[in-house]
Nanobody
Framework: QVQLAESGGGSVQSGGSLRLSCTYSRSPYCMGWFRQAPGMAREAVAALVGDGPQRYTDSVRGRFTVSKDNANNTLYLQMNSLKPEDTAMYYC???????????????????WGQGTQVTVSA
């Protein structure tokens, strides 16, 4: 079992920044950030898989940075140059395995946080 808890969401204006944090009870091999806007499907945002490179969906690459602090059992998502279309509930997720089927697939993840709301106004 991996317990996850997100924090750091809030409301900002377009162009602003936020940093999300996700504390975990033990370090999984594959961890990711997902988001879900009202009426939309949950989508992958970013992930860290083992010691490999950071993974991003195209819409956030160059603006968001995913990182991990194992000493403090925390996963981060630094979000810069935020846009109104980034507005969503953001979830931290962890896999019990290796995300070998693709880090962007929801089905690769077994554990989820409760979510933190990010709202970006124009």
């Amino acid at each position: 079992q991996v317990q996850l808890a997100e924090s750091g969401g809030g409301s900002v204006q377009s162009g602003g920044s936020l940093r999300l944090s996700c504390t975990y009870s033990r370090s999984p091999y594959c961890m990711g950030w997902f988001r879900q806007a009202p009426g939309m499907a949950r989508e992958a945002v970013a992930a860290l898989v083992g010691d490999g490179p950071q993974r991003y969906t195209d819409s956030v690459r160059g603006r968001f940075t995913v990182s991990k602090d194992n000493a403090n059992n925390t996963l981060y998502l630094q979000m810069n140059s935020l846009k109104p279309e980034d507005t969503a509930m953001y979830y931290c997720a962890a896999s019990a395995r290796y995300c070998s089927g693709g880090w962007w697939y929801i089905t690769e993840y077994n554990y989820w946080g409760q979510g933190t709301q990010v709202t970006v106004s124009a």
